[in-house]
């Protein structure tokens, strides 16, 4: 449940927070695997370091559009950057040819 704001800002949704945590999280994780340096990262999306810092906290959302570009920079799929990869919970289609 969203909790009440006391300085007039609107009010926080705890799983949106904790999901951009989680992002903020595993973008660290991804840039320090591929040996990536911060100021890297900050030259080719023309960010500051303070920003990748807060984003990489989760202090601030990560834009969505920037999300490839981190992918992009890192080497891995954006699924695997966001964490968005589910397991199937059905199976395939099987492809059979007609026995006529």
């Given at each position: ?5 006391t300085?007039?800002?609107p009010p926080?949704?705890?799983r ?12 660290r994780?991804?840039?320090e695997?591929?040996?990536v ?6 030259l080719?999306l ?5 920003r990748?810092s807060?984003?990489e906290?989760g ?9 490839p570009e981190f ?5 891995i799929?954006?699924d695997?950057l966001?964490?968005?990869r589910r397991?199937?919970?059905t199976p ?9």
């Open positions: 449940m969203a909790k009440r704001s300085m007039g800002r926080i949704d705890e949106w927070m904790a999901r951009r945590i989680r992002i903020g999280a595993r973008l994780r991804a840039r695997a591929s040996e340096v911060p100021m890297r990262v900050c080719d023309g960010i500051s370091l303070k990748l807060r984003m906290s202090a601030i959302y990560t834009p969505a559009e920037y999300i992918a992009r920079l890192y080497g799929s954006i695997d966001i964490g968005s397991p199937r919970t395939a289609p099987q492809h059979t040819a007609d026995a006529t």
